[in-house]
C-alpha cells in the first residue's frame, strides 16, 4: 500500500477508459486533475457520486479542471455505467489494480463482520505540475463534489 502525502508526485498511470480512450495522467500536465477512486459502477454511492460530478462538470471546466473517475471495473461496464446515467465524467479501467495500488486505495474493508479488500472511496486533487495538493479519504459523498470544487477554485 502506497502511502501517498500532500506535495508528492502523482504516481502516473495509463489505462483503457470509456470510449475506447486510453486514460493517462501525463496527458493532463499543465491541467488540475480530480482524480475519484470508488469501488463499483452502477452501486448507489458510486452512481450518486458519478451524478454529483457530472452535474457539476461545467464549473470544473471553467475552473480547467479534468475529472477522472477510477474503478477496477472494466471500460465496457463504464460505458454502460455512463450510458445509462448520462455521465459526463471520463471514466477509467483500472482491471489490473495498478492504480489503487499506487494510490493507496486498495484497503481492508469491514462489512457486517466480514472482512475483504477493496476500493476506499477517496479523491485526489492533482495540479498541474502533477502534484498532489489534496487528498480526501473516506469520502462520504453527500456534498463530496461541492468541496472539491471549492480547493479546485481555491488552486
Given at each position: 500500500m502506497s502511502d501517498l502525502n500532500i506535495g508528492d508526485k502523482a504516481p502516473d498511470f495509463s489505462v483503457e477508459g470509456d470510449g475506447g480512450n486510453?486514460?493517462?495522467l501525463s496527458e493532463f500536465k499543465g491541467k488540475n486533475v480530480v482524480l475519484y477512486f470508488y469501488p463499483k459502477d452502477d452501486t448507489?454511492?458510486?452512481?450518486?457520486?458519478?451524478?454529483?460530478?457530472?452535474?457539476?462538470?461545467?464549473?470544473?471546466?471553467?475552473?480547467?479542471?479534468?475529472?477522472?473517475?477510477v474503478s477496477k471495473d472494466t471500460a465496457a461496464k463504464h460505458d454502460k455505467f455512463i450510458a445509462k446515467h448520462d455521465l459526463k465524467v471520463r471514466l477509467a479501467a483500472?482491471?489490473?489494480?495498478d492504480i489503487v495500488e499506487k494510490y493507496g486505495v486498495w484497503v481492508e474493508k469491514n462489512m457486517y463482520g466480514r472482512k475483504y479488500m477493496g476500493i476506499e472511496r477517496a479523491t485526489f486533487l492533482i495540479d498541474g505540475d502533477q502534484n498532489i495538493v489534496k487528498i480526501?479519504?473516506?469520502v462520504r459523498v453527500k456534498d463530496h463534489v461541492a468541496t472539491v470544487l471549492e480547493a479546485v477554485k481555491s488552486l
Open positions: 486510453t486514460v493517462s448507489p454511492g458510486c452512481t450518486k457520486e458519478a451524478i454529483g460530478f457530472s452535474e457539476m462538470k461545467l464549473e470544473f471546466d471553467n475552473e480547467g479542471a479534468i475529472i477522472i473517475g483500472d482491471t489490473e489494480g480526501w479519504r473516506k
